[in-house]
């Protein structure tokens, strides 16, 4: 197992610094989903809610949570993102959410995934919850994530996918 790098000799928080990293092509993909009755699903896909679109609402929300991660996530590198993607599959039970983010950069974008995944979650649970306070949100996981020192890393279970 690595050593944390989020903590010198001493004990104490720091940036790890990448100034010395080379600038190599990354992307992140991250998974979630968002557990929920029939009926709310439906209401989703046929474009019921009275809030509005509410994928769309969500994929704009990933979006702009992968951007602000370094503001959220204490010792986030601030990245300049060159895109980020977020997707909806609808399950028997569930949305599953799929957000991949993509820069050219020094440091990864994992944590820019998961968050993107998960903000993409609440806002599911948020535009919902008047008729649904039972959904749940789960299995929020990065799924694959390649470029850097470390290269490939591809998860071989699938979380969020019905089982």
Do not use: W
């Amino acid at each position: 197992m690595a050593e944390f790098t989020h903590f010198n000799a001493k004990g104490e928080s720091q940036m790890v610094d990448v100034s010395e990293k080379n600038i190599t092509h990354r992307q992140a993909v991250a998974c979630g989903q968002v557990f929920m009755e029939d009926e709310t699903l439906n209401k989703i896909y046929d474009l019921e809610i009275a809030k509005g679109n509410v994928l769309e609402v969500a994929r704009l929300a990933g979006i702009m949570a992968a951007k602000q991660t370094p503001h959220l996530i204490p010792l986030c590198h601030p990245l300049n993102i060159s895109a980020v993607n977020i997707s909806f599959t609808r399950q028997k039970q569930s949305i599953m959410i799929e957000a991949t983010v993509r820069v050219s950069g020094q440091t990864g974008v994992e944590m820019e995934a998961m968050t993107a995944a998960s903000v993409a979650g609440l806002t599911i649970y948020d535009m919902c919850k008047a008729i649904d306070r039972s959904m749940v949100i789960s299995n929020i996981c990065l799924m694959r994530k390649e470029g850097g020192k470390s290269g490939l890393f591809e998860r071989e279970d699938q979380p969020c996918q019905e089982k």
